[in-house]
T-cell receptor, first 112, second 113 residues
């Protein structure tokens, strides 16, 4: 059984740029949730994808968007990057949008 | 709104002592309460969870208790070891289309040898 994997591990961007983060879900899982973890804070829910459809969204602006592919891997896209977008971005996978979620190691995004 | 408060923010104990971390949640419809352990630079790791139809759950040195009436739940670690040192997060499930998790701000636990 393979766990949740994310790429890249680190990323540095400048304000105004766009970024794409990637996540492969755990084997057998069809749901991916994305979270933003600012330094010293708990993860905050961005959105969830279930069977290629967005299945719920947190309090994040539309410049945060996502995709899920037929193999259940997922992308998080952030447009018009702002300094406050600097954070650890975590994805978590689950089966049938269960709350029992398993996390990847995250992508550390720095916006300069 | 949806909120999970976690206390304390830092906790330092001697090896062998017990550690207790407490959380309160605001949404009475929450029915799933996981605890995650996050070591520096690593992924949050699910260590124990409890559903709202259960009052207590134990797994070796770790236990979680839930008081639905008071809307709070606690993590108990007995016989702490230096490798228990990490940041611990509590979370509560919120339903509304998806079943998302709302996290507390974390507790940094340090176990001194």
């Amino acid at each position: 059984e393979t766990g949740v994997t994310q790429s890249p591990t680190h990323l540095i961007k400048t304000r105004g740029q766009q970024v794409t983060l990637r996540c492969s879900s755990q084997s057998g899982h069809n749901t991916v949730s994305w979270y933003q973890q600012a330094l010293g804070q708990g993860p905050q829910f961005i959105f969830q994808y279930y069977r290629e459809e967005e299945n719920g969204r947190g309090n994040f602006p539309p410049r945060f968007s996502g995709l899920q592919f037929p193999n259940y891997s997922s992308e998080l896209n952030v447009n018009a990057l702002e300094l406050d977008d600097s954070a650890l971005y975590l994805c978590a996978s689950s089966l049938d949008y269960s709350a029992i979620q398993y996390f990847g190691a995250g992508t550390r995004l720095s916006v300069l | 709104g949806e909120n999970v408060e976690q206390h304390p923010s830092t906790l330092s104990v001697q090896e062998g002592d017990s550690a207790v971390i407490k959380c309160t949640y605001s949404d009475s419809a929450s029915n799933y309460f996981p605890w995650y352990k996050q070591e520096l630079g690593k992924r949050p790791q699910l260590i124990i969870d409890i559903r709202s139809n259960v009052g207590e759950k134990k797994d070796q040195r770790i236990a979680v208790t839930l008081n639905k009436t008071a809307k709070h739940f606690s993590l108990h670690i007995t016989e702490t070891q230096p490798e228990d040192s990490a940041v611990y997060f509590c979370a509560a499930s919120i339903k509304g289309g998806s079943e998302k998790l709302v996290f507390g701000k974390g507790t940094k636990l340090t176990v001194n040898p």
